[in-house]
């Protein structure tokens, strides 16, 4: 077995070529077909630090958000940024989401500070939620319209402590007029999928590391075999007060739906100490999407420091847990300061935010923490689905992703040819094929509200099953019947059970 220079095992997850530094896109291929923008190009005065981009499509438009400080990262008075565009081409002007908590102070002072954490949709609407940090004060969030006229600020969650004086008006979590948005908005986004990468007083169960390792910005996504993947970045153990940084990604599985985390332990990712983010597609294909740029691992020359976030990095794994090919997105390569003299900035292509529409896809990202940007590909430049949106093109986790009942833990042993319909109260009832194996003779047809029955019991082939819902609200499903003829079943949603 494999381990690191401090004698921690390896968990193997890299197939793929090493990077090398010296060749332009670190030695990888570049992707065909890519195209880049620009979003946001500042001037001293609208702010010149940019960081930590959302990107979203919602009602066919694109959202982009981002936190922006004129002196320096992370530094009191940052706020929220947005904008707009039809095309990723073309995008609106800039406009304040989120304003400051306080007016800006240089870097490395301490005060209240805003950062974007994503993109949330619910109920048709779209929802912009932001961090607070420095301070005690639960997230922010605000609808969006499709022109992007805000709604009324409001706290996502009631705060367990008195929070900080906002100097703008905040409605808390209870309030009528935003309390059930912000019940289910707070559900969706303590879902493991959606958890974003900085965890500002929600204490979500994020996993230690072994060795004394620190770790953070986790991106989580579910694997092939239907367990929880979270990979983290590390910033070494500050042992002797210095950097030691091992330029690995550490990664934890949860087989509980994420409740629990055993440690994280080192993998064979190289990272360059960035935030990497991940989509899944719908054939269960994962898209890790960062810098994994570092050319050596466990580098006594290279351990103190963030090596260069360049290029930005697009690796391919189909089971979530062995990552074959990588390609260069975007290459950057050195470039000067248009504003000198800001806090915090570093070079690179870096902090993605990541979305799949139409068979593209589509990333936003800052450039040097400085500029934000946006890139697109067709899916099919990575060898997956194609140009049209057809094959893998749907992520499997575009707003919300829930097993009907746990991987293992149903109530037979395979699952396949599923479906599903909606009752006009909002209920969904999905009905699939349950059995020990396909064809076997205890093959049956099971639905499920929130609990699971069957629609035949006797021994036979029971198969490919379509439902509709008819203008009444009966659910009506057909399927073969031991390949003899096809039945019909009529059901009444309300008597589904709860």
Known sequence: MTTTADGLPVVRMWDAPMP????AGAGYPFLAGERHATIFEPTRELGAYNHHPQLIRHAGRFFGMWSNQPMGEDAPGQRVMFAMADDPSSWTAARELFPRLEPPRAWREKGAVLTPLRWLEWGGRLYAIAGVSGVYHPPLAREVGAQGEPGPIFMLWTPARPPYATPFAVLAAGDPAIASVARNLSALFDRPEHWASWDFYRHWPWPKAV???????PTVFRAGDGRLVMLLRDNGT???????FSHRLFVSVSGDGG???????PTDIPDATSLTTSLVLGDGTVLLIGNQTAPRLDDPQLAAMNLNRDPLTVAVSRDGYRFSQVHALRWLGPRPWRVPGVGGRGGGLQYPSAIIEDGMLYVIYSLGKEDIGISWVPLAGLGLGRADGSGSATPSAALASEFIHPPGGGPTPQC?????????AGTLVAAWFGDTRER???????????????????PGEYSYPSVIQ??????????????????HVALDPARLGN
């Not at 060795?211 to 910005?217: I, T």
Request: cysteine-free; aromatic content about 6%.
């Open 20 to 23: 090398r530094e010296e060749l």
């Open 211 to 217: 060795g004394g390792h620190r770790v953070g910005e």
């Open 416 to 424: 396949h040819a599923s479906t599903i319909a909606q009752t006009p």
């Open 238 to 244: 500050g042992k002797e007060g210095k950097n030691n």
């Open 259 to 265: 409740r629990k985390w055993p440690p994280a332990q």
């Open 470 to 487: 008819a203008a009444d609200g009966t659910i009506h499903i057909v399927y073969t019947w031991r390949r003899e003829t096809i039945r």
């Open 440 to 458: 076997a003779p205890d093959v049956g047809i099971w639905r499920a509200r929130r609990e699971a029955a069957t629609l035949e019991r006797e």
